[in-house]
């Protein structure tokens, strides 16, 4: 396997990582450095067993391989405006088919500022304001990926999930379309570390959970840790979705 920064420059060790926009998440026990760290243990690229773990536990994925990786890969989005930025984008193969691997790290820091619907009413406003955007359209767009093609922001269970979210899984979906890959998985990984407190991670847990319930329409559903469920078809691909979990000492 391969690493490499967004412009092809080899990733040989972990300090060699794209660094975030947001530099503030450039630190040790923060998402974007874990993730880096994680990645090269031993000095070395080095698959953390978590993910292999739960990529192994779903029968599709039996006999996966990587090819090429890249941390802060942007996958443009619906309409104008600002696209996907994944944590990580994988390029994989099994012996039946290629895939698209999208990973979101956390530490404690939330899934975005705002909600579905939030946001969405956030832009009409400034619309009506006279400011030109183009989000409305996007987020619809997005909902119709997810089979939700009637939104109501006061009726619609989408409306109470994390913006962020919605846009990954879209995004893992529209990136596997771009690779030619006939499945997209979205993996969260947590980082539980000093600098995490017990009340974000609750959070983080409540809002993915919520996410989950309502992109499978299963009000009752928990989501085992480890496992990945689906695949549940996004703009006509299939998606697995799943969270792992790394204590980092």
């Given at each position: 396997m391969e690493l490499s920064q967004p412009d092809g420059t080899p990733i040989k060790k972990w300090e060699d990582w794209t660094r975030p926009?947001?530099?503030?998440?450039?630190?040790?026990?923060?998402?974007?450095?874990?993730?880096a760290r994680a990645w090269f243990k031993h000095d070395r690229i080095n698959?953390?067993?978590?993910?292999?773990?739960?990529?192994?536990?779903?029968?599709?994925l039996?006999?996966?391989?990587?090819?090429?990786g890249i941390p802060e890969f942007v996958t443009p989005l619906p309409e104008r405006g600002e696209g996907r930025n994944h944590d990580l984008y994988i390029c994989g193969k099994t012996p039946n088919e290629n895939f698209t691997l999208c990973i979101e790290a956390k530490a404690d820091e939330p899934f975005g500022n705002q909600y579905v619907a939030e946001y969405y009413l956030s832009a009409i406003r400034k619309r009506q304001e006279g400011i030109r955007t183009r989000a409305p359209e996007r987020i619809m767009t997005l909902l119709s990926?997810?089979?939700?093609?009637?939104f109501d922001t006061k009726k619609?269970?989408?409306?109470g999930v994390r913006y962020q979210l919605l846009t990954a899984?879209?995004?893992?979906?529209?990136?596997?379309?771009?690779?030619?890959?006939?499945?997209?998985?979205?993996?969260i990984h947590e980082f539980q570390t000093d600098n995490t407190t017990k009340d974000n991670l609750k959070r983080n847990e409540h809002d993915f959970e919520f996410f989950i319930r309502v992109f499978l329409n299963a009000p009752e559903f928990?989501?085992?840790?480890?496992?990945?469920?689906?695949?549940?078809?996004?703009?006509?691909?299939?998606?697995?979705?799943g969270?792992?979990?790394?204590i980092v000492q």
């Open positions: 926009k947001r530099t503030y998440h450039w630190k040790p026990g923060r998402s974007a450095m874990e993730l698959i953390p067993k978590e993910l292999i773990e739960i990529l192994s536990s779903h029968d599709r039996k006999g996966f391989n990587f090819s090429k990926f997810v089979g939700e093609n009637n619609s269970a989408w409306s899984i879209c995004g893992t979906a529209i990136q596997a379309t771009k690779d030619s890959s006939t499945l997209g998985i979205l993996v928990t989501l085992k840790p480890g496992n990945l469920v689906g695949p549940i078809k996004v703009n006509g691909i299939d998606c697995l979705i969270k792992i979990t790394s």
